[in-house]
């Protein structure tokens, strides 16, 4: 085993972000929530803002300068910018699509607490997301009843300190690292205090969007913790993995998280064997292993990324093809009621 000197690691894990670039917050609170600049910084016709501004009523556009980067200007078919850009097609009614598609309002025993399936609990820990994806399948939840206070945290640590057969806590939201590294720091202690917990998951899209929210100060309560821990990015395709990313990656891994992918699988983005073989290498190079390829959610807006069953078996059938075993993502849907992801073909 090789044994890197803290100079030498350093130098791989930079761990603040250039003193030009703004800090996270700042990133964050500055990301792009107009259609109108949205089309004009990426040079797109403006044909498109009618539109635009339909879906955004439907939900706000938001996309951070850090991924408005990584989209080619005036190419109205890059597929970061299909992730974020609102479409008219939001705007209409399907059948099967629904608002809140995985039932998660029947699973909620306390606010900001969701238990679905044995063994693993998810809280609500932040309301908002550094970027809104168009097909989230959380478009349409209610964050505002799902804001807990103090008072409300502590009905929800003590609903796990009873149960001793939860063994997982799962950070989701929103965005969990939306949330400050003072009040997550003070929520993984409480879990911590918990004898039968094992794992803390967080479930996080920021590291990709955002990298510089990998900082020393998460990084902090991160290392601080004695329960294990496992980071699942959420990343569609490989142009979403710059080198900023990568460095990210590397941080998460220096606290000892294991690092999984899922990813959706979505019309006009990544519904290709090429796409999807590309982002696994990618993916693995960057120390994260491919985890689930979850096909759509059927959530009201977000039909026109629907690939149907069939064609995502076959997909997935071709990638196996190509892939060595360890970079297959596994094909999945979540099914309201169901104990646990049902997997699709083979
Ligand atoms: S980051 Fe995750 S929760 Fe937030 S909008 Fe995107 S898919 Fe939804």
Redesign the pocket.
């Known amino acids: 085993m090789i044994t890197r000197s803290p100079a030498t690691l350093q130098r791989v894990i930079p761990t603040q972000a250039s003193t030009d670039t703004p800090g996270w917050q700042a990133q964050l609170s500055g990301a792009v929530r107009d259609p109108h600049v949205l089309l004009d910084r990426l040079k797109l016709d403006p044909n498109w803002l009618p539109g635009a501004e339909r879906g955004h009523a439907l939900f706000e556009v938001r996309v951070p300068e850090a991924y408005l980067a990584r989209i080619r200007p005036g190419d109205p078919a890059d597929p970061l910018l299909r992730q974020v850009l609102p479409l008219n097609a939001e705007t209409d009614s399907v059948r099967g699509f629904v608002s809140d598609p995985l039932e998660e309002a029947e699973h909620s025993p306390h606010p900001g607490l969701i238990h679905k399936y044995p063994g693993r609990v998810l809280l609500i820990a932040s309301p908002t ?5 168009r097909y ?1 399948f ?2 349409h939840f209610p964050y505002s009843e799902n804001s807990p206070s103090r008072a409300q945290w502590d009905e929800v640590l003590n609903y796990l300190r009873v149960d001793p057969s939860i063994q997982e806590a799962i950070l989701s ?3 969990p690292l939306a949330s400050s590294d003072k009040r997550l720091a003070w929520l993984v202690e409480r879990l911590d205090e918990i004898p039968h917990l094992k794992r803390l998951r967080i479930h996080t ?1 920021l590291p990709v969007v955002i990298p510089d929210r990998i900082d020393d100060a998460l990084l902090g309560w991160l290392n601080a913790t004695r329960l294990q821990k496992v980071v699942v990015l ?1 990343i569609n395709h490989a142009n979403e993995i710059d080198d900023a990313v990568v460095d990210a990656c590397a941080r998460l891994r220096s606290t000892g998280a294991t690092l999984l992918n899922q990813s959706v699988l979505l019309r006009g983005v990544n519904d290709d064997v090429e796409t999807l073989a590309t982002l696994s290498e990618r993916l693995f190079e960057a120390g994260v292993l491919p985890y689930y390829l979850h096909v759509l959610d059927p959530v009201t807006g977000a039909a026109h990324f629907d690939v149907p069953d069939d064609e995502a078996i076959a997909l997935v059938d071709a990638l196996r093809e190509q892939l060595a075993g360890f970079l297959m993502p596994r094909l999945v849907r979540e099914v309201p009621g169901e104990n646990s992801k049902t997997p699709l073909g083979g």
Do not use: F, L, T, V
């Open positions: 997301c550094a970027i809104n994806c989230c959380r478009r939201g929103g965005d899209r959420h």
